[in-house]
């Protein structure tokens, strides 16, 4: 089983930046993808970026492409979500993922990837 910490999280006027960070503890390794979903108030939770483990394929959500990067520490696992340019409509409760290799049910689909563990998650609000 993997344990998923999220910090990072805070309050910031658009425009401005934050970095994200998930701190996984467990055999992450045997998953197929690790990421960032967020869930904004009323709304569905929805994929953010996810890294494709081993490979090193990061894929994105439309709406964050060319401000947000996603990446991994090699030696500790740890992942970031780099966020530049926020924007009001990022603000959102943002969480760490993980997805096994295989589909399972409740797990929800980003790309290729089917998320079924999640962290406790992290506050980001922009204002305008």
């Known amino acids: 089983q993997v344990h998923l910490v999220e910090s990072g999280g805070g309050s910031v006027e658009a425009g401005g930046s934050l970095t994200l960070a998930c701190e996984p503890s467990?055999?992450?390794?045997?998953?197929?993808?690790i990421g960032w979903s967020r869930q904004a108030p009323g709304k569905e939770r929805e994929g953010v970026a996810h890294i494709y483990i081993g490979a090193g394929i990061t894929y994105y959500a439309d709406s964050v492409k060319d401000r947000f990067t996603i990446s991994q520490d090699s030696a500790n696992g740890t992942l970031y979500l780099q966020m530049n340019n926020l924007k009001p409509e990022d603000t959102a409760i943002y969480y760490c993922?993980?997805?096994?290799?295989?589909?399972?049910?409740?797990?929800?689909?980003?790309?290729?990837?089917?998320?079924?563990?999640w962290g406790q998650g992290t506050q980001v609000t922009v204002s305008s």
């Open positions: 467990g055999d992450i390794y045997s998953n197929k993808c």
């Open positions: 993922a993980v997805a096994p290799p295989r589909a399972g049910a409740g797990g929800e689909w980003f790309g290729a990837c089917n998320f079924q563990h």
